[in-house]
């Protein structure tokens, strides 16, 4: 009797593995690039040369290191709000100089007011269906009288989002434009403990619940010391905590266009980094909203003035940058909306 019912419990078991692993391949067989050749066609205009020319620019001396509340933060963020009013991606109509004001009673006691600064492509068939691709704008300042120019950290997520931004427009012109509404959310106050994303996330621009997913961008210039003999990578963080399908969208994104190894090693829910919760992606997933962040790991210049543009590899943070386009590009045009269930 005991054998029988083992036997029983082992085909129930089994039976209950084939369901959850059928439900698995058909979620990934549903997520497909029917029009590859017009992906392409966008995902091609993000260079190196341009990538570089925003590195450059946002990790330049006369930023004084981007402090959160101080005049050299403020100006990048001018610079920034300019780049999109010179593309004609427009502001929120509730802030249409492009800020978020950030006051200083939602920061520490020593920062000054701050912002966000917010732009978005509006959907053509779910207009109010909002992806975000996010960046922090800010970085260390001036420590000890040496300006921490954050050439990665985070000017890499900063040029990665304006090339993005670029990219869509032009689709957008072409008639090509997404179906969902695209927010580029540059945020402040990342490196004192994500204020400005939780700012963000507490008094939305665009109703939260229907923020369909946020792929945040934090570090993808350069390579860490376990990659050094395999450049082609990138850590994949948060993917599968909320969402089954947007981490086989990357999976998908990534092996149709670029083709890195996608390293999830700092996903595991027992990383002792705990990356998870230490960029603006997270206070997005505590709102329940699909996140991940594309990182590529610290380096021997992290949080340091030596983390200079001319020590970015601009060819790997393209391929990074195109990774995050196409998996934007699925996510803004698939026929359904993403998804928040584990499978």
């Known amino acids: 009797m005991k054998i029988l019912v083992t036997s029983a419990l082992i085909l129930v078991g089994s039976c209950a ?3 959850h692993s059928e439900k698995i391949e058909k979620l990934k067989n549903s997520i497909s690039y029917n029009n590859k050749s017009v992906v392409e066609n966008y995902i091609n205009t993000i260079t190196p040369e341009e990538l570089r020319g925003f590195v450059e620019e946002v990790s330049s ?3 004084d290191g981007r402090m959160t509340g101080e005049e050299g933060h403020n100006k990048v963020c001018n610079y920034i709000k300019t780049y999109y009013d010179s593309l004609g991606i427009k502001p929120p109509t509730t802030h249409p100089d492009y800020f978020q004001k950030v006051p200083k009673s939602s920061l520490p006691d020593d920062v000054k007011d701050s912002q966000n600064v917010i732009a978005y492509i509006e959907g053509s068939v779910f207009p109010n269906e909002y992806i975000y691709i996010t960046a922090h704008s800010d970085h260390e300042g001036i420590v000890e009288g040496e300006v921490y120019p954050g050439a990665d ?11 993005i931004a670029e990219a869509f427009k032009k689709a957008a012109e072409d008639g090509n434009g997404p179906k969902r509404s695209i927010v580029f959310l540059h945020v402040t106050g990342e490196e004192i403990g994500l204020y400005g994303s939780r700012y963000y996330t507490n008094n939305p621009v665009f109703p939260i ?11 993808i210039g350069r390579v860490d010391k376990k990659h050094k003999n395999n450049q082609d990578y990138i850590y994949v963080i948060g993917a599968d905590r909320i969402s089954s399908e947007l981490h086989f969208v990357v999976q998908e994104a990534n092996y ?3 083709n890195l190894e996608l390293d999830y090693e700092f996903n595991a829910k027992n990383d002792h980094n705990r990356y998870y919760y230490r960029s603006d992606h997270y206070n997005f997933a505590t709102k329940g909203i699909p996140v991940v962040f594309f990182f590529n790991g610290e380096h021997e210049d992290y949080t340091k003035p030596t983390d200079t543009a001319d020590k970015i590899n ?14 934007a ?8 909306r993403l998804k928040p269930e584990i499978i």
């Open 256 to 258: 149709n266009f670029v």
């Open 153 to 163: 950290d985070n000017g890499s997520g900063t040029a990665a989002v304006l090339e």
């Open 209 to 219: 619940e229907e923020t369909v997913t946020t792929l945040n961008i934090d570090m």
């Open 314 to 327: 601009y060819p790997l943070l393209t391929k990074r940058t195109k990774l995050i386009f196409a998996t």
């Open 61 to 63: 001396e006369k930023y």
């Open 17 to 19: 593995t084939l369901r």
């Open 329 to 336: 590009w699925y996510l803004a045009n698939s026929p359904e």
